[in-house]
């Protein structure tokens, strides 16, 4: 079975840092460009970065540029989002996605979320 | 960035009625549109992409339409696991998401 697990989350100061992980199985990691995607409950889903297959290109949300960091580890199957100078704005259920192969940007494989609250 | 407005926000409807839903776009996103179900603490299922293609797995009850700045998914007789909220996602520039409209038991 497909499988995406976010590990991560929790409780931190404004201005602090968190880096949330996402573990893949059940598919071959390394062929797929991989997303977060944030969800404040009751609100509709806000994408917050992408990365390719290989790592080598990444975007941003505005909303995030300069102070979140996509990376992935292709041999540990693994995604993570380095955040800094965290906002009250940036609590929300974190998602870890995978791209659609062939079909970039729609999000077919999708974890359960990992939380993130900022609040001092 | 592109906004895209879902309506109605919420459709109470009858187990076996048809669903119609609407996403409008503030430009163009050619048919560069996908449909995800979302039910309460779960994550997004991506339903139909490119407008009109059902992901794997997918029923056939659950088909889209539309392209440019209009695009409906439609829910041909609802099954009682299809109450759900619903939100249609671009990707012609960046990625962004609507509002959803939530589909309730009548």
């Known amino acids: 079975e497909e499988e995406l697990v976010e590990s991560g989350g929790g409780l931190v100061k404004p201005g602090g840092s968190l880096r949330l992980s996402c573990t893949a199985s059940?598919?071959?990691?390394?062929?797929?460009?991989m997303n977060w995607v944030r969800q404040v409950p009751g609100k509709g889903p806000e994408w917050v970065s992408s990365i390719s297959s290989s790592g080598a290109y990444k975007k941003y949300a505005e909303s995030v540029k300069g102070r979140f960091t996509i990376s992935r580890d292709n041999a540990r199957k693994s995604l993570y989002l380095q955040m800094n100078s965290l906002t009250a704005e940036d609590t929300a259920v974190y998602y870890c996605?995978?791209?659609?192969?062939?079909?970039?940007?729609?999000?077919?494989?999708w974890g359960k979320g990992t939380t993130v609250t900022v609040s001092s | 960035e592109i906004v895209l407005t879902q309506s109605p926000a919420t459709l109470s409807l009858s187990p076996g009625e048809r669903a119609t839903l609407s996403c409008r776009a503030s430009q163009s996103v050619s048919s560069y549109l996908g449909w995800y179900q979302q039910k309460p603490g779960q994550a997004p299922r991506l339903l139909i992409y490119d407008a009109s293609n059902r992901a794997t797995g997918i029923p056939a009850r659950f088909s889209g339409s539309g392209s440019g700045t209009d695009f409906t998914l439609t829910i041909s007789s609802l099954e009682p696991e299809d109450f759900a909220v619903y939100y249609c996602q671009q990707r012609s520039d960046w990625l962004t998401f609507g509002g959803g409209t939530k589909v309730e038991i009548k």
């Open positions: 059940g598919f071959t990691f390394s062929r797929n460009s």
């Open positions: 996605a995978r791209d659609l192969e062939g079909r970039a940007d729609y999000m077919d494989v």
